[in-house]
């Protein structure tokens, strides 16, 4: 029903920038809560931030409020991951979840996930 693909995944510095994406393909893309969760090695998968089927409420994990900014395209079935500031503790496989609900910031309130983009942050 919904297929998701994520990149912009890659190596920064430390205080520098990504932008990740999120392709969506599906007729049901605005019916969808969106969300950005992440999972290092040896750790729980992580709620990252997520928005609301309209766009207009954003949720974020303390570790990343005021420095990464979610957003989405609706009519582009587009979700996007604005990552600044970053820190080596980001590094992580970041990816990309939907799910019917309202809201959604655990792991298995998604019923749909991508494959996940690398991100890795070191000098």
């Known amino acids: 029903q919904v297929q998701l693909v994520e990149s912009g995944g890659g190596l920064v510095q430390p205080g520098g920038s990504l932008r990740l994406s999120c392709a969506a393909s599906g007729r049901t893309f605005s019916s969808h809560t969106m969300g950005w969760f992440r999972q290092a090695p040896g750790k729980e998968r992580e709620f990252v931030a997520a928005?609301?089927?309209?766009?207009?409420?954003?949720y974020y994990a303390d570790s990343v409020k005021g420095r990464f900014t979610i957003s989405r395209d609706n009519a582009k079935n587009m979700v996007y991951l604005q990552m600044n500031s970053l820190k080596p503790e980001d590094t992580a496989l970041y990816l990309c979840?939907?799910?019917?609900?309202?809201?959604?910031?655990?792991?298995?309130?998604?019923?749909?996930w991508g494959q996940g983009t690398r991100v890795t942050v070191s000098s």
């Open positions: 979840a939907a799910t019917s609900r309202a809201t959604g910031k655990q792991t298995f309130e998604y019923e749909y």
């Open positions: 928005i609301s089927k309209s766009g207009i409420t954003t």
